[in-house]
C-alpha cells in the first residue's frame, strides 16, 4: 500500500462516541469489523458513488449502503479519510481498497490533465471524483441496462433485477443490510429467459442482457482474460456481443478494468466536448474521439469522468 492510504481495523466500540457506527446499538453486541481508511488526499464519496459509474449504492441515515460482491457494506467520509462497516467481522479488506482505488495517487493523476479552462473548471468542481474497480460482470450487465436510460432508472433496473434473482445476503435483520443481495451471476440470469429479464422493467434490453449472460456463463466471453489484452482488442470482444456499442464497451473497460485509453462518449461527454473546446461547431463523435484521444492524457479515462460529472452537475444545463 502506498503512501496515499492506510488501513485501520478497529472493532465497533460499545461506548457512545461522537463518530457512531453505521449499525444500530441493539447490533453492538455482534461487535462488527469497522476499518478506517486515512487518505492523504481528497476523497468525495457521493461524487464518486453518485456519479453514474456504478448503480447499487444509495444514501441512508448511516451513509452510503451498497453490495460489493458478496459484502454488504456502509461507506461514510470521516474526517480524513472513509470508514466503512459491514454486517459480519472481516479479516480481509481488499476487496474493498480495490474497488474504492484508495491506494491511488490522485494528485499524480489531476497533474497529467491538460491545463485548460474547462479542465481547470471541471477538477474545481469534482476534486475528490475516484474511478472505482468494479466487477466486469456487473458492470457489463450494468451498462447494458443503462442504454438510453438515466441514472436513477438504471439504478431502480438494477436494484429490481438483484431482488428478482440475486442471492440474500446472511445479516441482521433491523440492520440496513437486511435485505441486501447479490448481483446476481451469468447463469442464473442465463436461466432467467427474455420474459423474466422483462420483468425487471428493463424493455428491449432483456435479450441483450440475457445473450450476455448466456455467452459468459457458457464460456464463449471470458471476462476475467479480457483485462490482459490490449484495449483495442478487449473493446471489439465487448462489441461482439449484441447491445453492446463502443460507449457501452468503453465503459466497462474503463470502470471494470482500469483501462484509461476508454473514453466512453455518451451524450453528456459529447455535450461537454462541444460545448467546451468547440463552441458554435458542428463537430461529429469521430472527430471528438480523435481529440480525446490526444488531448487528455495517459488518464485519458478519468478525466473523461471528471467532464461527465462537471457537465452534468452545471446550473444551467437541462437533462437531455
Known amino acids: 500500500m502506498n503512501a496515499g492510504a492506510s488501513v485501520d481495523r478497529l472493532d465497533t466500540p460499545a461506548t457512545p462516541n461522537p463518530n457512531p457506527p453505521l449499525l444500530s446499538s441493539t447490533h453492538l453486541q455482534r461487535r462488527p469489523t469497522v476499518l478506517r481508511i486515512p487518505l492523504e488526499t481528497d476523497y468525495d464519496l457521493e461524487a464518486t458513488l453518485n456519479c453514474g459509474q456504478a448503480f447499487r449504492w444509495r444514501l441512508t441515515e448511516r451513509g452510503w449502503t451498497g453490495v460489493i460482491g458478496t459484502h454488504p457494506v456502509c461507506l461514510r467520509s470521516n474526517g480524513r479519510g472513509l470508514e466503512a462497516e459491514t454486517a459480519h467481522p472481516v479479516s480481509d479488506w481488499d476487496w474493498l481498497t480495490e474497488y474504492l482505488q484508495t491506494d491511488l495517487d490522485l494528485e499524480a493523476v489531476l497533474r497529467t490533465f491538460p491545463d485548460d479552462e474547462p479542465m481547470r473548471a471541471a477538477l474545481a468542481s469534482c476534486r475528490g471524483l475516484r474511478l472505482l474497480r468494479q466487477h466486469p460482470w456487473e458492470c457489463l450487465a450494468s451498462f447494458i441496462l443503462s442504454s438510453t436510460k438515466q441514472i436513477v432508472q438504471i439504478r431502480q433496473i438494477v436494484e429490481a433485477l438483484c431482488e428478482r434473482y440475486g442471492e440474500p445476503l446472511p445479516a441482521p435483520p433491523a440492520s440496513p443490510f437486511a435485505r441486501a443481495r447479490t448481483f446476481p451471476s451469468p447463469a442464473r440470469l442465463a436461466l432467467a429467459g427474455e420474459t423474466g429479464l422483462r420483468a425487471c422493467k428493463m424493455g428491449f434490453r432483456a435479450p441483450y442482457l440475457l445473450a450476455a449472460a448466456q455467452r459468459v456463463a457458457a464460456g464463449q466471453l471470458d471476462l476475467d482474460r479480457l483485462g490482459a489484452r490490449r484495449p483495442e482488442n478487449a473493446r471489439a470482444e465487448l462489441m461482439q456481443l449484441p447491445g453492446v456499442g463502443p460507449k457501452i464497451a468503453d465503459c466497462v473497460l474503463l470502470f471494470a478494468y482500469g483501462f484509461q485509453a476508454a473514453f466512453p462518449l ?44 462537471y457537465i452534468r452537475n452545471a446550473k444551467d444545463e437541462a437533462n437531455p
Open 266 to 309: 455518451d451524450v453528456w461527454v459529447l455535450r461537454a466536448l462541444r460545448r467546451l473546446y468547440f463552441p458554435g461547431r458542428r463537430i461529429g463523435p469521430g472527430r471528438l474521439r480523435r481529440f480525446a484521444a490526444g488531448h487528455f492524457g495517459p488518464y485519458a479515462g478519468y478525466a473523461q469522468q471528471y467532464l461527465f460529472h
